[in-house]
């Protein structure tokens, strides 16, 4: 979901949602928590990214089954498959993963309760993998840099230009105009973090910063579909003025598993992080 989308006035205006103020704290702070997370390293990070996949399979389930409790073991095998894997095990962690999807798979409800778990695991799983390398703590940098930039972007683009709908629907507010506005302040937001981090600036980290914000906005896209199927506005309300956690990760989520791929068929398989920033 779109940084400051939530509430926003039609497209071609710059007037800004009244709740504006409470929603740019909360990105702060929790982009604050973020960066902090990703410095370290190492479990703490596996424990924050644990949290957030964990709360969103809770939100996933709130809204495909209609209450959380219904799949609160689901939760917690989530959560411990982000610590197996920040102990170093990673192959372990993708595995238990594979096997509690089947066995959601087998209980159901199909697809949404398998689902919720492959796209909450997908998630963490993607960020340490990224993190896990030399080059991780840049890594994670350029994907932030890249989906947050994508939001900020297409809010601004879309209200002062407005024009053709991108999808209405599924997500009434977005705009064509956004779109591209996204993705060129994910190509800025990109290249900088990576001139910050002293990232070799080549040609080709252009296409990769495109990829990341198409693949963030999809992942918003997807998001707002699955809602709207279900009738449901925000996936929760743990954070003031932007809902739930879902409805703040949600490009992330299909960013990061594209990062991760991206990196691993760059580098040969062998480092997701270093694959995805250095060409």
Known sequence: MNVLERGA??????????????????????GAVALAG???????TAVLVAAASAIVHLEWTGITEGAQRAALAFTGAVAAIMIIAGAGYPEVA??????????????????????????????????????????????????????WATDIGAY???????GPKLWPAVSPRK??????????????????V????????????????????????????????VKRHFGVKDSGTIIPGH??????VDGLVFSAVVAVLAGLVH??????????IRW
């Open 156 to 162: 601004f683009a879309g209200r002062a230009i407005g």
């Open 243 to 248: 809902g739930g956690m879902m409805d703040r």
């Open 175 to 192: 705009t064509w105009s956004g779109a591209i506005g996204g993705l060129g302040a994910a190509v800025i937001a990109g290249l900088a």
């Open 38 to 44: 990703a410095w370290w390293g190492g479990m703490v």
């Open 194 to 225: 990576a001139w910050a981090v002293d990232i070799p600036i080549v040609a080709a980290l252009v296409p990769v910063a495109l990829a990341l914000s198409i693949a963030g906005q999809c992942g918003d896209l997807f998001e707002s579909s």
């Open 94 to 147: 993708a595995a238990v993963g594979c096997i509690i999807a089947i066995v959601a798979a087998a209980l159901g409800p199909r697809p949404w309760r398998p689902a919720g778990i492959v796209y909450a695991a997908a998630f963490g799983l993607s960020l340490l993998a990224l993190r896990d390398s030399a080059d991780g703590l840049a890594a994670i940098g350029f994907l932030f840099a890249v989906v």
């Open 267 to 276: 580098s040969g398989g062998i480092d997701a992080a270093r694959g995805l």
């Open 9 to 30: 006035h039609p497209a071609g205006s710059m007037t800004v949602a009244p709740d504006l103020l409470p929603r740019i704290a909360s990105a702060i702070v929790l």
